[in-house]
């Protein structure tokens, strides 16, 4: 089983970045895809940005260009570097880890883009 710890959010004017980082304690975390997912106030969790255990990424038509996915398996950790933020990013980021049917979820971390 998979603990997922997320960190690294904040308050950011428009046009900012952030790096969110999520640091996963199981001993099998090089098997498990990564998604980075959000939530905005009233509206329904979303997928952002996904890395296969191979490395492969794939994001969401609304983050392309600006955000990208990366995973340090050696340290267990998987990472998202957001450039030229907007305020519709704004949200609780979630880390998650799946592995088939198996999905295990993060606390989230608050990212508020305002000026």
């Known amino acids: 089983q998979e603990q997922l710890v997320e960190s690294g959010g904040g308050l950011v004017q428009p046009g900012g970045s952030l790096r969110l980082s999520c640091a996963a304690s199981?001993?099998?975390?090089?098997?498990?895809?990564m998604g980075w997912y959000r939530q905005a106030p009233g509206k329904q969790r979303e997928l952002v940005a996904h890395?296969?255990?191979?490395?492969?990424?794939t994001y969401a038509d609304s983050v392309k260009g600006r955000f990208t996915i990366s995973r340090n398996n050696a340290k267990n950790m998987v990472y998202l570097q957001m450039i030229s933020l907007k305020p519709e990013d704004t949200a609780v980021y979630y880390c998650k880890a799946e592995l088939g049917r198996q999905g295990y979820w993060g606390q989230g971390t608050q990212v508020t883009v305002s000026s």
């Open positions: 199981g001993a099998f975390f090089s098997a498990y895809a």
């Open positions: 890395v296969t255990s191979g490395g492969s990424p």
